[in-house]
């Protein structure tokens, strides 16, 4: 209906907007650390290094870590849901390009010029352990918030079906919650499968998704024809 549609968009809203904020306050806490460092026992170490810029300054110049969340939105990271160890990954390249962004700056523009290279360095080290490990814990809280769960339909009631649930129930921080499978077989419709029902045909699925408040599906069917697939596609889409 027209009130679950705009459910579903408002909580996707409310998640993406709690993950950007918590991506911006795990960079700038990664950026402070990484000034103290610097600023404060490097310098008593090795006093040649000079003084460091105020930490605001380094905000400015850094056009208020913006460049670190452009990267992380095109890696798709609150657009997609990954396992953690796949969006790790993410993050170290989205990390990588922001941070070199930032030694750029460095050397092109003369107001960020005397920004502290061994900063920016310190920066990109702390944000590959520190990002995942928030962006983890900020999912759970989501998810007990009521903001992070996708209720999903699984198309595929056989093996391969089987072993995607138990992967989604492995990894709940993906936010996955079956509700039900969709298959073909009329040997398996109308049984249950991990305690949830098999329904179907696959040609009932925009019908299943209205009837059960589900918004995606998970294909679990890889002997499915192409041209069955893409015509799934459409029925969803449509």
Request: hydrophobic content about 50%; charged content about 15%.
């Given at each position: ?15 993406a ?24 026992p ?30 992380f ?9 990954k ?20 030694v750029?700056l ?18 990109w080290?702390?944000?590959l ?20 769960g ?18 989604i ?13 969709v ?24 019908q ?31």
């Amino acid at each position: 209906s027209h009130r679950t549609v705009l459910g579903f968009a408002w909580r996707s809203l409310i998640a993406a907007g709690v993950l950007v904020c918590a991506d911006w306050l795990a960079v700038c806490g990664c950026l402070a650390v990484s000034w103290w460092v610097r600023s404060r026992p490097m310098l008593g170490v090795f006093p040649t290094l000079g003084p460091l810029l105020s930490f605001p300054t380094y905000i400015v110049s850094l056009y208020g870590l913006v460049p670190w969340l452009l990267a992380f939105a095109d890696a798709r990271l609150y657009t997609q849901r990954k396992l953690f160890w796949g969006e790790t990954r993410d993050v170290l390249r989205a990390s990588t390009v922001a941070a070199l962004f930032a030694v750029f700056l460095s050397f092109a523009d003369h107001t960020a010029a005397s920004l502290s290279r061994l900063v920016i360095a310190g920066v990109w080290l702390t944000t590959l352990v520190v990002i995942p490990i928030v962006r983890y814990n900020t999912k759970r809280l989501l998810l007990k918030a009521g903001v992070w769960g996708k209720r999903v339909l699984i198309v595929g009631a056989g093996e391969t079906g089987i072993q995607m649930y138990e992967r989604i129930h492995a990894n709940p921080v993906l936010g996955y919650e079956p509700v039900a499978f969709v298959d073909d077989d009329l040997g398996r419709r109308g049984t249950q499968q991990e305690g949830l029902p098999v329904c179907g045909p696959l040609d009932a699925i925009p019908q299943l998704a209205q009837q059960l408040a589900v918004k995606d599906v998970v294909v679990a069917m890889p002997q499915l024809p192409r041209e069955r697939l893409l015509h799934l596609i459409s029925l969803c889409e449509g």
